[in-house]
């Protein structure tokens, strides 16, 4: 039990890429145990594609996305998982902003929010205030300034003016992406290549950052080693593939060699 528990919430029908990438990046990460909560309408799909995560099934709307009702079966998981990864191929729907929000303010652990569950946030900002513990954002620009985040004075001041007017560690994407403390710490990361630009490369960074907070490191070290890790991955894609026809799966394959390769010095 020493390498987390850890649960990932996300998926929809036609996004079913999105979560598995997620647990298999957090698996591929070093992570324990993975447990992946998806809609029922989606769950054969993502327990055929996952071999080492754990798929389970969770109440959807008729279109496939999730709804509130997920709230109560997932209670289950809040004593067995210390963290939590929300949003990756969640959809955009009523029941999925109130799925988020309720377990912004109920999971009792860390929470890393990616991809729709920032959609989710966007509608009420405030609530980023109201969780039981810390939170990371993982937004591209778009998001951030979705969530209400400035680049008028630049992405390193926008980053820490976010991240200490809400209290969570904030990791702005992109070319040199920035990661903010609210306390003011801040690293700009270089590693990483336009080859990254594709549908997917966010879903695996998510997974590896809440899989190293699971295995204990504090969320502003764990945001910082997964995007270095991140980009270092992609390079080494990128160098043995080219930029263009590197994939996000080529991605996942070299994330072992790129720890590997960090961790060694």
């Not at 009792?108 to 990371?136: F, H, N, T």
């Not at 270095?228 to 070299?254: I, K, N, Q, V």
Request: a negative charge.
């Amino acid at each position: 039990g020493d390498y987390g528990k850890l649960l990932i919430v996300g998926g929809s029908v036609g996004y079913t890429g999105a979560p598995n990438l997620c647990a298999r990046s957090a698996v591929r990460s070093g992570a324990g145990l993975v447990y992946l909560g998806v809609p029922e309408a989606i769950w054969s799909v993502c327990a055929v594609k996952n071999d080492e995560a754990m798929p389970f099934p969770l109440p959807c709307d008729a279109s496939g996305k999730l709804t509130a009702d997920a709230l109560s079966p997932l209670r289950e998981y809040y004593d067995r998982c210390g963290v939590l990864a929300l949003g990756p191929g969640l959809g955009r729907s009523d029941g999925t902003a109130a799925l988020t929000a309720a377990l912004i303010r109920k999971f009792p652990g860390k929470i890393v929010l990616d991809a729709d569950a920032l959609w989710a946030v966007s509608l009420v900002p405030d609530i980023l205030r109201e969780s039981k513990s810390e939170i990371v954002i993982t937004p591209h620009e778009g998001e951030f300034l979705r969530l209400g985040g400035s680049l008028e004075n630049g992405r390193e001041r926008g980053a820490w003016e976010f991240a200490r007017r809400y209290g969570c560690v904030t990791v702005l994407k992109g070319h040199r992406t920035i990661i903010a403390h609210p306390a003011g710490r801040m690293y700009v990361i270089e590693a990483g290549n336009p080859g990254m630009a594709k549908g997917g490369s966010g879903d695996i960074l998510s997974g590896m950052v809440v899989s190293l907070l699971g295995q204990g490191m504090e969320p502003f070290d764990a945001c910082c080693a997964a995007v270095y890790c991140h980009g270092r991955a992609g390079d080494m894609a990128a160098a043995e593939l080219g930029e263009r026809g590197m994939s996000p799966a080529d991605l996942l394959s070299r994330l072992p060699y790129a720890f590997k390769e960090t961790e060694q010095g």
